[in-house]
């Protein structure tokens, strides 16, 4: 499974921004998905993920309310719609291919990971 995730950008406190990531392998559909990110200096953390048929989503305390995770298996792509964003949003965003059928908020948990998009919130 290879993914590719793009979206990431430059935007103010209180904007929104959506991430896309989309996987290149034919059996996408059958994997629950996540999103992460990596600000500097610090360890990659859970964001949000999304079952292999998109009826179940988990999200970060920090985000709930702001984020919202969600896949079009017909087009081989997750997203993740970010608003309100806040500075401290700011890192480096990863998607992440994980259990077969399932869902996890683990990052041991995922197999596949994307390289990553910057997102950047200036106050």
């Known amino acids: 499974v290879q993914l590719q995730a793009s979206g990431g950008g430059l935007v103010q406190a209180g904007g929104s921004l959506r991430l896309s990531c989309t996987s290149s392998g034919r059996t996408f559909s059958s994997y629950g998905m996540g999103w992460f990110r990596q600000a500097p200096g610090k360890e990659r953390e859970f964001v949000a993920a999304i079952s292999w048929r998109g009826g179940s989503t988990y999200y970060a305390d920090s985000v709930k309310g702001r984020f919202t995770i969600s896949r079009d298996n017909a087009k081989n792509t997750v997203y993740l719609q970010m608003n309100s964003l806040k500075p401290e949003d700011t890192a480096v965003y990863y998607c992440?291919?994980?259990?077969?059928?399932?869902?996890?908020?683990?990052?041991?948990?995922?197999?596949?990971w994307g390289q990553g998009t910057q997102v950047t919130v200036s106050s």
């Open positions: 992440a291919a994980g259990p077969i059928r399932g869902i996890a908020s683990i990052l041991d948990e995922y197999d596949y």
